[in-house]
């Protein structure tokens, strides 16, 4: 069997950025997948449990809401070596396009007081997995590290 795109990439050298890992066609519809890698593979410890599914709720709430995004947002979720998130877009972009919506995002995380939205027995299946202290501070580490002045070097895949 051949290799899946995310698995071609060069984990080794790969920094914390926004990375456009695919794009597919979708009946009339082109779809663009994010790498939103928010700690360096093998270098960092991953993120723990509770503040990814923090994030995730408070991420996939702000994109749903989004008043320019809302309608194109296709999914928002953790990467399972828990090292950043992956979001898909209808449309066709580049990493720098989605900057100011990653650092509304993530500024919007960083700066949430209050109930977790979904954050209820009745709303999810592991409500009680959550740590919005930890993911307020990831969220202002990757602004501050990686959002504040993005360079290209964190918006473009390594070459092998």
Do not use: W
């Not at 795109?5 to 519809?29: C, E, M, W």
């Not at 919007?108 to 919005?132: H, K, Q, T, W």
């Not at 501050?144 to 360079?151: A, P």
């Amino acid at each position: 069997m051949e290799k899946i795109t995310s698995f071609t990439i060069n984990h080794l050298k790969l920094l914390p950025g926004i990375y456009v890992s695919r794009k597919d066609q979708a009946g009339d519809a082109l779809i663009t997948t994010f790498d939103i890698r928010m700690t360096r593979p093998n270098f960092e410890p991953v993120m723990n449990t509770a503040e990814i599914h923090t994030i995730e709720h408070l991420g996939a709430t702000f994109l749903r809401n989004h008043e320019t995004y809302n309608e194109k947002v296709i999914y928002f979720g953790p990467m399972g070596c828990r090292t950043g998130f992956y979001l898909l877009l209808s449309g066709d972009y580049k990493s720098r396009d989605i900057v100011p919506l990653m650092t509304e995002m993530y500024e919007f995380i960083r700066d949430f007081e209050g109930e977790v939205p979904g954050a209820s027995a009745r709303d999810c299946g592991n409500y009680y997995d959550m740590n919005l202290n930890m993911a307020k501070y990831l969220a202002r580490k990757f602004l501050d590290t990686v959002l504040y002045g993005i360079e290209d070097e964190h918006l473009l895949y390594p070459e092998s």
